[in-house]
């Protein structure tokens, strides 16, 4: 709930007026304070606690497994009220600690190179389920905006802009200073590409950095790697991406997953250059993370350092570094797949 909803849900339990500052009060005591109980929120009357307590859920998602990986990511499978669950990853680095959280369960977009497109899609995820990956995996490692570098990318299971109210009713709660108190520069959201919906994102108040996923240098073969841009086509998802209005200090991200000898050839790379020509971006290459039932291959390590190479002389080019593909952590590799794996403490 935003704070709006928390005061009429307050005036809906009691029967005398119940002042303004009180849904402040419990609203920063969920979010900021991460208070899992009504019980905890001292400031507010016992009365109005017993009621809370009494009517209303609390609580945050519940790990159902933990796995840790041998370079320190974390991948948690956390289970939601309806028995559905979804994962959080968190990859620390240094001082920096990112956050990789789930907009569904599961995924309808169906990228052949993707694990998790096996899943299908189950629902999507409230906006309380979107904040609570990021509360639940914040407490479990005592991590907070006031004393640690946070980034939060919307990359994991899920198509954002297919569940877009709940995605930017979570980042406006995310991004409240009397929230969680992240700042907005620090929030990403990865697309397969909804063109519609990266017009409404655009015209959002409070709205996280744009990340397009493109994995292909012509329409045809994003066809067969992509089969949503039979709907969106590659031209009309640029031609949005043109006229999305970034901020003062923003740029495009684009994402490229390497297949080998599918999307990775020098030639792809040139066709990249063109295709991105004029727009104030950045690519992030991505050499495929391996999984069953995916039937393409990683690329050798030359053979990215030459596409990145070429990219590069036009545009600032980076390569991903794989982390948790141990345990299945990485991008492209959430699947739920706890039965494959050992589990330690949860």
């Known amino acids: 709930m935003d704070r709006e909803e928390i005061a009429r849900l307050l005036a809906s339990l009691s029967a005398a007026d119940v002042p303004p500052f009180r849904a402040s009060q419990v609203y920063q005591a969920i979010y900021r304070q991460r208070v899992e109980s009504p019980d905890r929120i001292l400031t507010l009357p016992r009365e109005l606690r017993a009621k809370l307590a009494a009517e209303v859920p609390f609580g945050l998602p519940a790990a159902v497994q933990q796995f840790t990986s041998n370079d320190g990511t974390q991948r948690y499978l956390l289970g939601l009220e309806d028995g559905k669950s979804v994962e959080t990853v968190l990859m620390p680095e240094g001082e920096r600690y990112t956050f990789c959280i789930s907009s569904q369960v599961g995924c309808p977009v169906n990228c052949r190179f993707c694990l998790t497109a096996l899943l299908g899609l189950e629902r999507n995820l409230t906006a309380g389920e979107i904040v609570g990956q990021v509360l639940y995996v914040a407490a479990r490692n005592g991590l907070s905006a006031d004393i640690s570098k946070l980034n939060v990318v919307l990359m994991g299971q899920g198509e954002p802009l297919l569940n877009l109210p709940n995605v930017l009713k979570a980042t406006a709660i995310l991004t409240d200073e009397e929230g969680a108190g992240l700042s907005v520069r620090r929030l990403t959201l990865s697309t397969s590409g909804i063109v519609p919906k990266i017009e409404e994102l655009a015209r959002a108040a409070v709205r996280p950095k744009l990340a397009i996923s493109l994995n292909a240098s012509t329409e045809e073969q994003r066809r067969e790697l992509m089969p949503i841009t039979r709907k969106y086509h590659l031209k009309d998802l640029l031609e949005a991406c043109r006229a999305y209005p970034l901020r003062s200090w923003e740029h495009l991200t684009f994402e490229y997953v390497l297949l080998k000898d599918v999307n990775d050839s020098d030639a792809d790379a040139r066709r990249v250059v063109r295709l991105l020509a004029n727009l104030h971006c950045k690519v992030n290459l991505i ?37 948790g593909r141990d345990i299945f952590a990485a991008c492209g590799q959430l699947k739920r797949m706890e039965s494959e794996l050992v589990a330690i403490s949860s």
């Open 287 to 323: 050499a495929l993370n391996p999984g069953p039932e995916i039937p393409y291959g990683t690329p050798a390590a030359e053979r990215v350092d030459s596409f990145q190479s070429i990219v590069k002389r036009s545009m600032p080019c980076f390569v991903r570094k794989p982390r």
